[in-house]
């Protein structure tokens, strides 16, 4: 252990490969991203009276007469994987601009496809967990994007009996044509031009009280809110500054544009086409989280930030959160399940 203390932290993935293939070193990296100050306590009852025991990596805590590993309460309980292939998960993810496929993490970790896939569901749980709470940050007189875009399957290129069965299902489920857009699923973003922070959400319509209870819900009162033409953006002046560009005549105005969402839609959909092809549509929520989580940290105001605090970032993420596989499959009879059916996904 003398030797891999003053190891330097890896920068590259190479690196992180090199130094995560050491069980301790790997160990106690986790440890100090998990108890900072060096004071163990049990995820359990929140004592610090334990013992560890060496041979095993574990603790055992005299209050509750529990064991309890560097795993418990956090997203890799219960997970056989360990963790030098977590940390090479995290670090992949985390900065593989386009992401990565279950398949080429299963032969990269050499784990099965199906278990690739719940891992990467797993980190991208984590990515969501600091990007949808309050309003966004920059307060009064804050400068913001929003717009909505559609994603899934092109109907033009599918045969004609998958489409039409696609289309019955999809008026079934949503009661609601969208026209073009119906083998599509709403996502509205909304862009703080100040901080270059993006929030991204799957809308159940484009409906102007859907709509505007976002805006209503993420950005401060007395901002200035940047729009296309869209209907559903009307009436948005009480308590806000709303400037609106027609693109049916020009993309920019001055300030007046949504280039900054622009970016972002070309970003998620470069992602989905090319790397993830097909997509359910109650699994795209987490797509987004895995999307947003990198937007939002590829810079500070001054700033690049480099692979390595991108993976500090989302490892620092992963206690106290929780995802079974069968709360990802909708075996245990979530709600958000009960809507989407178990429809074939289609390419998007």
């Known amino acids: 252990m003398e030797a891999t203390k003053h190891t330097p932290a890896p920068q590259t993935l190479q690196e992180a490969i090199a130094y995560f293939a050491d069980p301790d070193r790997c160990f106690e990296f986790a440890k100090k991203l998990r108890w900072p100050d060096g004071n163990v306590v049990c995820p359990r009852c929140g004592e610090a009276k334990n013992s560890f025991v060496k041979t095993r990596r574990l603790w055992f805590c005299y209050a509750c007469k529990k064991q309890f590993t560097i795993k418990v309460k956090t997203i890799m309980e219960d997970s056989p994987i360990t963790l030098d292939k977590w940390m090479a998960a995290f670090w992949m993810l985390a900065n593989c601009r386009n992401g990565i496929s279950s398949h080429e993490l299963g032969r990269s970790l050499g784990v099965t496809q199906t278990t690739a896939w719940f891992m990467l569901h797993r980190i991208r749980e984590v990515m969501g967990g600091k990007t949808k709470k309050g309003k966004m940050s920059g307060g009064s007189g804050g400068s913001f994007e929003v717009d909505e875009t559609f994603v899934g399957p092109v109907p033009k290129n599918m045969h004609r009996g998958r489409r039409e069965k696609m289309m019955r299902q999809m008026r079934d489920e949503r009661g609601t044509e969208y026209g073009r857009f119906s083998s599509k699923v709403a996502v509205q973003g909304i862009f703080n031009r100040n901080l270059r922070q993006v929030r991204a959400k799957v809308m159940p319509n484009v409906k102007r009280e859907a709509l505007q209870e976002e805006v209503f819900r993420n950005i401060p009162f007395g901002s200035t809110i940047y729009t296309d033409n869209a209907v559903a953006y009307d009436k948005l002046r009480v308590g806000y500054v709303h400037d609106v560009v027609n693109h049916a005549e020009r993309y920019v105005d001055g300030e007046i544009h949504t280039n900054g969402l622009e970016n ?40 690049k930030i480099s692979d390595k605090e991108r993976f500090t970032r989302v490892m620092s993420q992963v206690f106290g959160k929780r995802l079974t596989y069968a709360e990802l499959t909708g075996k245990d009879g979530s709600p958000r399940h009960e809507t989407t059916g178990t429809r074939t996904a289609e390419p998007f």
């Open 264 to 303: 972002f839609w070309s970003l998620l959909k470069r992602t989905l086409r090319g790397t993830y092809v097909a997509v359910e549509p109650f699994h795209l929520d987490h797509y987004l989280d895995e999307q947003v989580f990198r937007f939002n940290n590829r810079k500070d105001r001054t700033r």
